[in-house]
T-cell receptor
Framework: QKEVEQNSGPLSVPEGAIASLNCTYSDRVSQSFFWYRQYSGKSPELIMSIYSNGDKEDGRFTAQLNKASQYVSLLIRDSQPSDSATYLCAVTPRGSSYKLIFGSGTRLLVRP | DVKVTQSSRYLVKRTGEKVFLECVQDMDHENMFWYRQDPGLGLRLIYF???????EKGDIPEGYSVSREKKERFSLILESASTNQTSMYLC??????????FGQGTRLTVV
């Protein structure tokens, strides 16, 4: 089992819709969770970080963490074509607060 | 403005050559990472370092080594480049439990 798993997609949504991206992780006591966005040919850039159970909102983005079920999700409201990118989930595993493990990413396509 | 800088954006090397990829960060971060990214495989951790002269293997260390002689600099070394090491290489740095900042990436082609 991979440490961090994401559906590769592509996830296709119409402009203005809510895009829901999901990530599961294997280490139950993982500490920190991050969502990165990566445009083609570019480096990943941080969108959200979340450390405790529940929801965290930042503009059109909401991260949701459920440690009991070992998943973290990212909701993008009012999706725009400029949101089309690959979204990477990253987790800091147990016993290694400095190590960062990435999922393989979900490609999001927002149709105008 | 925080910065992670990789020495080259594009590199073309011959099979068997020794290749050095350099990464410098100006945020005084303790932790630095080297990843490679290939289509469909995501970001795979090659090596990371949590302090000067300290290093740990990631998931795919074979064929690579690293050096961290100064806190701000983390080098990835391909001892004898092979065509299966053609990839995008990304350097990142973090402080404890904080987000990772990435360099611009180096696209390495081994011919």
């Amino acid at each position: 089992q991979k440490e961090v798993e994401q559906n590769s997609g592509p996830l296709s949504v119409p402009e203005g819709a809510i895009a829901s991206l999901n990530c599961t992780y294997s280490d139950r006591v993982s500490q920190s969770f991050f969502w990165y966005r990566q445009y083609s040919g570019k480096s990943p850039e941080l969108i959200m970080s979340i450390y405790s159970n529940g929801d965290k909102e930042d503009g059109r983005f909401t991260a949701q963490l459920n440690k009991a079920s070992q998943y973290v999700s990212l909701l993008i409201r009012d999706s725009q074509p400029s949101d089309s990118a690959t979204y990477l989930c990253a987790v800091t595993p147990r016993g290694s607060s400095y190590k960062l493990i990435f999922g393989s990413g979900t490609r999001l396509l927002v149709r105008p | 403005d925080v910065k992670v800088t990789q020495s080259s954006r594009y590199l073309v090397k011959r099979t068997g050559e020794k290749v050095f990829l350099e990464c410098v960060q100006d945020m005084d971060h303790e932790n630095m990472f080297w990843y490679r990214q290939d289509p469909g495989l995501g970001l795979r951790l090659i090596y990371f370092s949590y302090d000067v002269k300290m290093k740990e293997k990631g998931d795919i260390p074979e064929g690579y080594s690293v050096s961290r002689e100064k806190k701000e600099r983390f080098s990835l070394i391909l001892e004898s480049a092979s065509t299966n090491q053609t990839s995008m290489y990304l350097c990142a740095s973090t402080s404890m439990n904080t987000e990772a900042f990435f360099g611009q990436g180096t696209r390495l082609t081994v011919v």
